[in-house]
């Protein structure tokens, strides 16, 4: 009998074998107000797996996805507890400049938001406040390579003093994941990056998901189970404010160990 | 893991109810045209032999739309984990009925033409390697209907009592064939229902895999290998 669990034919899609731990969170307690919505949390993400988020509505998904680069912070009933690391160093610990944190662990939201300036512009801002090109011509390698690695130049190179929210919806994405590119973010995070977009225009956003795969550390939010299953290597469910299970994507939606799991992504769930 | 909770989506439970009470039909169509094929060998009933060719048609059609169903299922619900796993069991287990049907209906044409033969002796042996090749595969189904990994297991084992069967019958054929080469005919098909009857034994084996693996997710690990007494040559028989 062929072996179920597909070794070496797949082996492109599991997990990479060797990982390098990018984050790393250890009981990590959110509360908005006197409401838990976190419960000890404990995750790694590494560098080389996409890592997905799923869970229902109001599992604590999203909550955690914004702890990872200190959202949170914007977010005056919201108090975080428990230790999570970047590279080592503590991103809750005094004197960390949230600006430059946000530039390294970079973030693409549910709609899509340009800024209301041209294609250019948008893709510009990120390295022009950091300070990363020194003249108009790094400047435009800039934009240029982070709209190439977007998906994105070929489609925008003839246009782009045009408002970038002139773009369809899914190249406004392709533009928010090129804003976030540009300013060269060791970590992005993805809070369901495609749910306002057709089938055509989120095909693209995974396969661009997939090219970065590896540059980048990703982390994806979804409620696109299959969307999960697609993009990413490592899932991570989360029910009610705690992590239920995590572990290797191919794992999760053929054989999850636990029954939450398995009654959530078989469609048993409530 | 008989605890299977409903769907949100009931429609979805009905479609997975559907597909599992075929795969239940095919099977206990085997389990009879295994039980009536010998049982027209024993009896040399001729007509009740072509009986069972004719009842084959049946395990295939359903074959046909067990299948028809389980890619609609992958289609449109997009079956994840258990569900995942049992829709490709179904699938698999369908086609390995269908050649179980195909087995049976062998050894029913084998059956007729037996009929018209004189008896021969080692004859007896058949009847009892049925029996116990029709209780695996009634087992394997009951294992199937309650998700029981346990019961699959217990089919698994059996499977070396049928090789043993086999074996002991292909010797004893072998010793009659040479003895007198007026035996070789009525011989040769009796070797091949006793041939049938393991391979059907050892399909009911790989369905018992496919339950296995649908309801726990993990593999049956390899089993030992019989004995290749088969393989022997007939001076060392």
């Known amino acids: ?270 | 893991m008989a605890d299977q909770t409903s769907h949100t989506v009931k429609s979805y439970d009905d479609d997975i109810h559907q597909l599992r009470s075929l795969i239940s039909q095919m099977g206990g169509l085997c389990e009879a045209q295994i039980i009536d094929a010998i049982d027209a060998l024993t009896r040399r009933d001729a007509e009740a032999a072509l009986k069972v060719v004719a009842t084959d048609a049946r395990i295939d059609a359903l074959e046909g739309e067990a299948e028809k169903l389980a890619i609609q299922i992958i289609a449109l619900r997009a079956p994840m984990a258990t569900d995942l796993r049992e829709i490709v069991a179904c699938l698999k287990i369908s086609s390995v009925l269908e050649r179980i049907g195909d087995y049976a209906k062998n050894i029913a044409k084998r059956a007729s033409a037996l009929a018209q033969a004189a008896p021969i002796e080692p004859m007896v042996i058949v009847p009892e390697m049925a029996r116990v090749v029709a209780v695996m595969v009634k087992d394997v189904l009951d294992a199937f209907v309650d998700r029981d990994p346990e019961l699959a297991l217990a089919v698994c084992q059996r499977d070396q009592t049928v090789d043993n069967f086999y074996s002991s019958l292909f010797r004893s054929l072998l010793t009659f064939m040479m003895e007198n080469p007026h035996h070789i005919t009525p011989s040769t098909h009796l070797l091949f229902i006793a041939k049938n009857l393991e391979r059907i034994g050892d399909h009911a084996t790989n369905v018992a895999e496919m339950v296995h693996y649908s309801a726990t997710g993990h593999l049956i690990s390899e089993r030992p290998r019989g004995d290749d007494t088969a393989f022997a040559t007939s001076a060392a028989a």
Request: net charge neutral; hydrophobic share 40%; charged share 25%.
């Open chain 1, 1 to 270: 009998m062929a072996d179920l669990n597909a070794g070496s034919v797949v082996a492109a899609r599991n997990a990479a074998d060797v990982v390098t731990t990018k984050m790393t969170a250890r009981n990590v307690n959110v509360y908005y107000g006197a409401k838990q919505a976190l419960k000890d949390v404990s995750i790694d993400v590494s560098q080389e797996n996409v890592t997905a988020f799923i869970g229902p509505s109001g599992c604590g998904k999203s909550t955690f996805l914004r702890c990872m680069n200190r959202m949170n912070d914007t977010v005056a009933s919201a108090r975080v507890e428990g230790e999570i690391k970047l590279d080592g160093e503590d991103i809750y610990k005094g004197g960390m400049d949230v600006v430059q944190l946000r530039a390294r662990v970079g973030m693409v939201f549910q709609k899509p938001n340009p800024f209301p300036k041209s294609i250019y512009d948008n893709v510009a801002y990120g390295p022009r406040i950091h300070g990363l090109a020194a003249t108009k011509a790094d400047m435009d390698a800039i934009v240029e390579g982070s709209l190439r690695r977007a998906g994105l130049w070929d489609e925008a190179k003839d246009r782009l003093g045009e408002s970038g929210t002139a773009m369809s919806g899914g190249q406004q994405q392709r533009l928010c994941i090129a804003r976030a590119i540009a300013v060269d973010p060791e970590v992005i995070l993805m809070d369901e990056p495609c749910s306002a977009l057709d089938p055509i225009a989120t095909a693209k956003i995974e396969e661009l998901i997939d090219e970065l795969r590896g540059r980048y550390a990703i982390v994806i939010v979804t409620h696109n189970m299959q969307q999960a299953a697609r993009v990413s290597q490592k899932t991570a469910f989360f029910h009610l404010g705690t992590m239920v299970e995590y572990g290797d994507t191919s794992m999760i939606f053929t054989n999850p160990s636990e029954p939450r799991t398995k009654d959530y992504i078989t469609g048993r769930y409530g």
